[in-house]
């Protein structure tokens, strides 16, 4: 079973930018897609981002433009660029590994951005 850990989050002001990372105990390219969401409390789970096995990316609606997914296959990361951001960005950031016949997720990292 593929271990997902991801790093990054923390405190930032209204408007600074954060890079997460998701980091895989597996070879990225052992997954159909990895992506990333996030939970705000009281909130459900929303996608945010994937990112295929072939490099290819999509972004929900409400998150284009201030995000950017990316990977490094020689580290078995993948990345979320989050810019100009929000206090409406305040969640847990959670990254996911799917397979045909499996997800898995990571234990999520806490993002706060302070107005």
């Known amino acids: 079973q593929v271990q997902l850990v991801e790093s990054g989050g923390g405190l930032v002001q209204s408007g600074g930018s954060l890079r997460l990372s998701c980091a895989a105990s597996?070879?990225?390219?052992?997954?159909?897609?990895m992506g990333w969401y996030r939970q705000a409390p009281g909130k459900e789970r929303e996608l945010v981002a994937i990112?295929?096995?072939?490099?290819?990316?999509n972004y929900a609606d409400s998150m284009k433009g201030r995000f950017t997914i990316s990977r490094d296959a020689a580290k078995n990361t993948v990345y979320l660029q989050v810019d100009s951001l929000k206090p409406e960005d305040t969640a847990v950031y959670y990254c996911?590994?799917?397979?045909?016949?499996?997800?898995?997720w990571g234990q999520g990292t806490q993002v706060t951005v302070s107005s």
């Open positions: 996911n590994a799917q397979t045909w016949t499996r997800t898995s």
């Open positions: 597996l070879s990225i390219f052992s997954f159909n897609a």
């Open positions: 990112i295929n096995s072939g490099g290819s990316t």
